[in-house]
Structure formats: C-alpha cells, structure tokens
C-alpha cells in the first residue's frame, strides 16, 4: 500500500498522507516512504511550493502508530523517535515553502509535523494538541521547540504540560495556524496561497525562506550577515533582471527559477 501519496502539477507538490483507517498514523513504513518523497522533492526544481495534508475527512495525522509502538523494543522505539525527528525537519528545511492542509486531528506528530512546515491552514472541525505528556513521554519530534518558538515559552508550556487540546479558532488565536476555512475549502485555500507564492521569483522565494530560516534563532548581527549572503546569491540570476525588464516593459515579468 502506498502510504504516502505524492502529486505535482503547476509546480505544486501534494503530499498526502495515506492511512485514514490508521488516523494517517506514521509506523515505520509511512515514516520511510515519507522520506523518500521529501528527499525527492527537494532536488525537484519544477516543485515551487509544497503542500502537506491526510487522506479523508477525519485526521490529518495523529502521530506515531501506537499499535506498532507496543510492539517495539526500546531500541526499535529509539530508532523510530529519532527518524521521525529527522524527517520532519527534512520538511522544515525544505527549500520549497510548505504549507500543512489540516483536514482533522492533528496531534502529537501529528502537530509536529505541521508545525515543521511554514504555513498551516486548518478546517474549522481540527483538532490540535501535542498530547505526548498524556501518554508518559514528551514531544519528541521537534514539537517542544518550534511551538515555543511560534506562540512563546509560556504557552506552549501550558499546551505541552496539559495535554490540551483545542479546537482550529483557539490555534488561531494562538498563532498557530495562519487560517481557518471551511471544510470544501481546504485544498482550494492551500492551493490559493502557494499560487501567490509561485507568482514570484522562485530563487527569491528560497533565498527569502533561507534567511529567515537560518537567522530566527541568531543575534541580529548574525542574522543580518545571513540575510546579506542570501542576497548575493540573487544579485546574479536571470529572474533579478527579468524583473527590472518586466517593470520598464509594463508587464508581468515571467520568471523561470534562473
């Protein structure tokens, strides 16, 4: 069975997750196949923008297969919590911008993954919590440090402490999520934001998400040598001075990643 389903067209990469009898549960075999297409999406340059969502109408994803997991030796569960830490980031430090389609239950990986992508844009029926606490371990894949990153040290906090989980309007007050819509409009949403993306120069979009990327979590000083050896990674391309064509043409500028 195919547990991760990947599609392109229009310089969009769909990648779902295909286990809704599982609750797109990640076992082993999902997590691998899941890096392969990470792996491939990432040397794909027609792929402009990434899209992340889970097959139905029930769950994004809720996080590790805990049928397997009884199954696992503690060496087994090592390898499992280390691999899945390891390709989530893979997603966040994919050069294309990704945007998480929540369509249901996000939680514990479930969240984690969607907080490694840049965007998330959720159904008004999603539920998110990272409820590891609840199940006697901790966020193990990234989500103790990029939810305190997006929302602050204090509530996410009370979010990781309690196990709580909240509904899509409460995540977007939050932050954590950029929209919430209606559930025939997930895709559609999705899809309009990374058009607007794709609307620009593709190495600029990269070079832009590179900085911010790289310099979030560094002193200005640092973060602005970041941002000014991005630039000059630009100064040279194609698209820069198809732009300015564009603009003494009057017309749209038609930018090819080059």
Known sequence: ME???LTIENHI?????NRPDQ???FDLDALTQLEEVVDGIKLDRDVRVVIVTGAGEKSFSAGADLKERRTLSEKEVRRNVSMIRNVFTKIEELP???IAAINGYALGGGLELALACDFRIA?????VALTEVSWGIIPGAGGTQRLSRLIGISKAKELIFTARKINANQAYDLGIVNKVVEREQLLAAAVELAEEIIKN???AVIQAKYAIHYGSNVDLNTG???E???YEVIIPTKDRVEALEAFKEKRPPNFRGE
């Open 13 to 17: 990469a769909t990648v779902t997750i």
């Open 123 to 127: 159904v008004n029926e999603a539920t």
């Open 3 to 5: 547990k991760i389903k």
């Open 23 to 25: 609750l797109n549960c």
């Open 201 to 203: 120069a593709p190495l």
């Open 224 to 226: 602005l040598a970041i």
């Open 96 to 98: 294309q911008p990704t």
């Open 228 to 230: 000014s050896k991005a």
